[in-house]
């Protein structure tokens, strides 16, 4: 049978370590999207731009050398859902929030089966969802369009009984409305200074260039009194 081949990695570490900005993306995509660490986000983003690759190397042929393998990449990214139009063109386009998009996870989400992104997770890896009645327990799956509708919960499931809680929570985020607040109160809740019953400068006038306030004048009539005319302390005197 020969030795076992030796696993690669199948992501490529970003080239700038410390990047603000793109933690903040990274931060963000893995949020929304309910991922495990940023290996799955750099694997699907290694995927991305090999894809992008690939179409910028057959552009670079004439039409007749890349027809065929023009019309495998396109095939295969329409078949999984991420080209709108099945072109080249279309390929250097794409994001990689339009492959995140794709995942087993998100789609189990959207179709509102789960309450949440980390919630649909939980369920593809304890093995309650199912395609074609085979249960699939990986959140990073690329499904295709037609895998897409038949997707449903395992037959041995326990969210198959509309009054589990989990499918109660699942219906109350898909159908979840935010009603706008007509009357906002801009003021900061909970804190300390709502706490104490509102700041200690709300009646005062915090501006830099604001008028300094005067002291009340003194009404009373006595001088002030001098050294001189004050009494000692006490019987004894200081010698």
Do not use: C
């Not at 159908?175 to 906002?184: K, N, S």
């Not at 001088?223 to 005319?229: A, F, K, L, M, R």
Request: without cysteine.
């Amino acid at each position: 049978m020969g030795d076992p081949r030796r696993q690669k990695k199948k992501f490529v570490v970003p080239k700038r370590p410390f990047d603000t900005e793109r933690f903040e993306q990274e931060l963000d995509f893995i949020g929304r999207f309910g991922l495990r660490n940023k290996r799955e986000l750099w694997r699907h983003s290694t995927d991305l731009s090999n894809y992008r690759r690939q179409a910028r190397n057959l552009l670079a042929l004439p039409p007749t050398e890349r027809q065929h393998s023009e019309m495998d990449l396109v095939n295969k990214l329409a078949r999984i859902g991420v080209l709108a139009e099945p072109s080249l063109d279309q390929v250097l386009d794409l994001t990689l929030e339009n492959v995140l998009e794709r995942r087993l996870q998100t789609i189990v989400f959207r179709k509102g089966m789960a309450a949440s992104m980390h919630h649909a997770r939980q369920l593809v890896t304890h093995g309650h969802i199912a395609l074609d009645n085979a249960r699939v327990t990986t959140p990073a799956r690329l499904m295709t369009v037609g895998e897409e509708d038949r997707i449903a919960y395992a037959g041995k499931s326990a969210l198959n009984d509309q009054s589990h809680p989990a499918r109660i929570a699942a219906s109350n985020a898909a159908t979840r409305v935010v009603e706008p607040v007509d009357d906002y109160d801009e003021r900061p809740r909970g804190g300390r200074d709502d706490r104490r019953g509102g700041r200690r400068d709300a009646g005062r006038d915090t501006r830099r260039d604001a008028p300094a306030k005067r002291a009340p004048p003194n009404n009373d009539n006595n001088e002030p009194v001098s050294n001189e005319e004050v009494a000692p302390i006490g019987d004894e005197k200081l010698e």
